[in-house]
């Protein structure tokens, strides 16, 4: 055999698998515990959103920018409505940089109170709006399906 | 630099103020008023804090149509931003099922794979709620070079066969020239899709709860004898954003209430031109009454028992601009839409009742506030 370049050696009878020599590595006592808390990890990342929101640099405490990733108009401008009516709110605007970017930036600036908590705020506001709107327009879908015999 | 306090004089504007700022204005060639003004600071001593006790105080909804897949119904007392928020929901963010990969083995029809595989992910399909809204969840797409069907089962994948052949028709007369007649299967049609439950899918999916076409006369392709498709489609759940098809609605659109204002009399034959430039049902015509003939200045004096335009239902109005075209009209009337009565009209495609699809959409949204809500708290730790 040409390619061959040590000379064979006598085959050497299996040894069994409990009779082998211990392994190079330490050996891990609990490895079943180490498993289970692998599996433990993989299960919070999937479930631990990634971060989506952060502050833009140059922001001050009162007068903030704020980055919005994978939110668009439809957040944007119901956002800035809402933080707009707060009257600590000196300014707020949104806009998104690049239309291929799914990024969307919000800038608050207050006359008191942080830009954090008016953001804060607003976003609560909006859960509130939510709320009111879904209860009235059911209540009120109800009674027209009362009214008019819709069964559904 | 801020108001440390509020203003000692306040202003309470008064009914008139009030109605001209929720008019847009419509202008012969223009609009105007057209942004909202209602924003602390932007008039002096006007308290316009939002609190939600006066957002529940000023919002309301009427319904005027609730058919399954066809409602129409006002919010009324809402903010342009937020009712977009909503229809902008409606038409990209809630998921459906759809058509997304096309298996093809045979295709000797003249129409081609790609377009084939086009057409069929566009129709729209109807199936049991509970296993559309519950049962089926997200299916993720495979990497490049990972097995395609690793991610694929019974509660994210639904399988569709399509397998016809043209064939003559041995009954039909040779002189016959309707393809349909002389042909089997000349016409491909989406009520020829068959759905093929697997596992779980025949408990949520049996009977009148079988996955099919919410329109079963969709064309799909036309076939001659001899010609054959035969393929198998896989459905995945998507949204609107990613691809229209997706999309729960075939229209969610809102239009602003139209506002008609007589300000000057319109009379007599006028009148009858006036109704005229609305459609049906606008502009109502009524006589004149003897107590308004005898008001001086009204423009009424003398003119008992004529014919004077009155608005009847703004509503149907389409804000055509018509009757601003019109000399005799001229500084009689006034056109505008109210800013806050958004009279929404959503029509589903088959998977939501167009009713519980407006309720999912502020469901939608209340999720996404509550999920920055606790990314923004998590940004400041």
């Given at each position: 055999?040409?390619?061959?370049t040590?000379?064979?050696e006598?085959?050497?009878?299996?040894?069994?698998m409990?009779d082998?020599?211990?392994?190079?590595q330490?050996?891990?006592?609990?490895?079943?515990n180490?498993e289970?808390?692998?599996?433990?990890?993989e299960?919070?990342?999937?479930?631990v959103?990634?971060?989506?929101?952060k502050i833009?640099?140059?922001?001050?405490?009162?007068?903030?920018?704020?980055?919005?990733?994978?939110?668009?108009?439809t957040?944007?401008?119901?956002?800035?409505y809402i933080?707009?009516?707060?009257?600590?709110?000196?300014?707020?605007?949104?806009?998104?940089?690049?239309p291929?970017?799914?990024?969307m930036?919000?800038?608050?600036?207050?006359?008191?109170?942080?830009a954090?908590?008016?953001?804060?705020k607003?976003?609560?506001?909006?859960?509130?709006?939510?709320?009111v709107?879904?209860?009235?327009?059911?209540?009120?879908?109800?009674?027209?399906?009362?009214?008019h015999?819709i069964?559904r | 630099?801020?108001p440390?306090?509020?203003?000692?004089?306040?202003?309470t504007?008064?009914?008139?103020?009030?109605?001209r700022?929720q008019?847009?204005n419509i202008n012969?060639?223009t609009?105007?008023?057209?942004?909202?003004?209602?924003?602390?600071?932007?008039f002096?001593?006007?308290d316009?804090?939002?609190?939600?006790e006066?957002?529940?105080?000023?919002?309301?909804?009427?319904?005027?149509?609730?058919?399954?897949?066809?409602s129409?119904?006002?919010l009324?007392?809402?903010?342009?931003?937020?009712?977009?928020?909503?229809?902008?929901?409606?038409l990209?963010?809630?998921?459906?099922?759809?058509?997304?990969?096309?298996?093809?083995?045979?295709?000797t029809?003249?129409?081609?794979?790609?377009?084939l595989?086009?057409?069929?992910?566009?129709?729209?399909f109807?199936?049991?709620?509970?296993?559309?809204?519950?049962?089926?969840?997200?299916h993720?797409?495979?990497?490049?070079g990972e097995?395609?069907?690793?991610?694929?089962?019974?509660w994210?994948?639904v399988?569709?066969?399509?397998?016809v052949?043209?064939?003559?028709?041995?009954?039909?007369?040779?002189?016959?020239?309707?393809?349909?007649?002389?042909y089997?299967?000349?016409?491909?049609?989406?009520?020829?899709?068959?759905?093929?439950?697997?596992?779980k899918?025949e408990?949520?999916?049996?009977?009148?709860?079988?996955?099919?076409?919410?329109?079963p006369?969709?064309?799909?392709?036309?076939?001659?004898?001899?010609?054959?498709?035969?393929?198998?489609m896989?459905?995945?759940?998507g949204?609107?954003?990613?691809h229209?098809?997706?999309?729960?609605?075939a229209?969610?659109?809102?239009?602003?209430l139209?506002?008609?204002?007589?300000?000057?009399?319109i009379?007599?034959?006028?009148a009858?031109?006036?109704?005229?430039c609305?459609?049906?049902?606008?502009?109502?015509?009524?006589?004149?009454?003897?107590k308004?003939?005898?008001?001086?200045?009204s423009?009424?004096?003398g003119?008992?028992?004529?014919?004077?335009?009155?608005v009847?239902?703004?509503?149907?109005?389409?804000?055509?601009?018509?009757?601003?075209?019109?000399?005799?009209?001229?500084?009689k009337?006034?056109?505008?839409r109210?800013?806050?009565?958004?009279?929404?009209s959503?029509?589903?495609?088959?998977?939501?009742?167009?009713?519980?699809?407006?309720?999912?959409?502020?469901?939608?949204m209340?999720?996404?506030?509550?999920?920055?809500?606790?990314?923004?708290?998590?940004m400041?730790?």
């Amino acid at each position: 055999m040409p390619g061959r370049t040590k000379k064979q050696e006598d085959p050497v009878e299996d040894t069994n698998m409990e009779d082998a020599p211990p392994s190079a590595q330490p050996e891990d006592v609990n490895d079943e515990n180490v498993e289970e808390e692998e599996e433990e990890e993989e299960e919070e990342e999937e479930e631990v959103d990634p971060q989506r929101v952060k502050i833009l640099p140059g922001s001050t405490d009162t007068a903030a920018s704020f980055e919005f990733i994978d939110e668009g108009h439809t957040l944007g401008n119901a956002l800035r409505y809402i933080v707009m009516k707060n009257p600590d709110v000196e300014f707020c605007a949104y806009s998104i940089p690049h239309p291929s970017e799914p990024k969307m930036n919000i800038r608050i600036q207050t006359y008191k109170g942080t830009a954090f908590d008016a953001l804060k705020k607003g976003l609560s506001d909006l859960q509130d709006v939510c709320d009111v709107v879904a209860d009235e327009f059911w209540a009120k879908r109800d009674a027209y399906n009362g009214e008019h015999g819709i069964d559904r | 630099m801020h108001p440390t306090k509020p203003a000692a004089w306040t202003n309470t504007p008064d009914a008139e103020e009030i109605a001209r700022r929720q008019t847009v204005n419509i202008n012969i060639e223009t609009v105007s008023n057209n942004i909202s003004t209602d924003y602390p600071g932007h008039f002096p001593g006007e308290d316009v804090e939002f609190t939600i006790e006066r957002f529940r105080e000023a919002f309301s909804v009427n319904f005027h149509q609730n058919d399954q897949f066809l409602s129409s119904f006002s919010l009324v007392g809402i903010d342009a931003s937020l009712s977009n928020a909503f229809r902008r929901i409606l038409l990209a963010e809630i998921p459906t099922l759809a058509i997304e990969n096309v298996y093809i083995e045979n295709n000797t029809s003249v129409i081609q794979d790609e377009v084939l595989a086009h057409r069929l992910g566009l129709i729209p399909f109807k199936g049991g709620r509970e296993g559309l809204h519950n049962f089926l969840k997200w299916h993720k797409k495979p990497e490049v070079g990972e097995d395609p069907y690793a991610g694929c089962f019974d509660w994210n994948t639904v399988r569709l066969e399509l397998n016809v052949e043209c064939t003559v028709n041995p009954d039909a007369s040779p002189a016959e020239d309707d393809p349909l007649k002389a042909y089997n299967n000349a016409h491909v049609y989406a009520k020829d899709l068959v759905f093929v439950p697997t596992g779980k899918q025949e408990e949520y999916f049996s009977g009148e709860n079988a996955i099919m076409p919410t329109n079963p006369d969709i064309l799909i392709a036309k076939l001659r004898p001899r010609q054959s498709i035969n393929l198998a489609m896989h459905m995945h759940k998507g949204i609107g954003s990613d691809h229209a098809k997706f999309s729960p609605v075939a229209t969610a659109s809102y239009r602003l209430l139209p506002t008609i204002t007589i300000t000057k009399p319109i009379l007599g034959a006028d009148a009858e031109k006036f109704a005229k430039c609305f459609p049906k049902g606008v502009i109502g015509l009524e006589k004149v009454t003897k107590k308004e003939a005898a008001k001086k200045g009204s423009g009424y004096e003398g003119q008992e028992g004529q014919a004077k335009a009155v608005v009847v239902d703004a509503m149907k109005d389409t804000v055509s601009r018509e009757c601003l075209r019109h000399a005799e009209f001229e500084g009689k009337v006034k056109l505008g839409r109210r800013r806050d009565h958004f009279i929404f009209s959503i029509e589903s495609t088959g998977q939501w009742d167009s009713d519980e699809l407006f309720l999912e959409s502020v469901k939608h949204m209340k999720l996404k506030c509550k999920k920055l809500e606790q990314q923004v708290i998590n940004m400041a730790r």
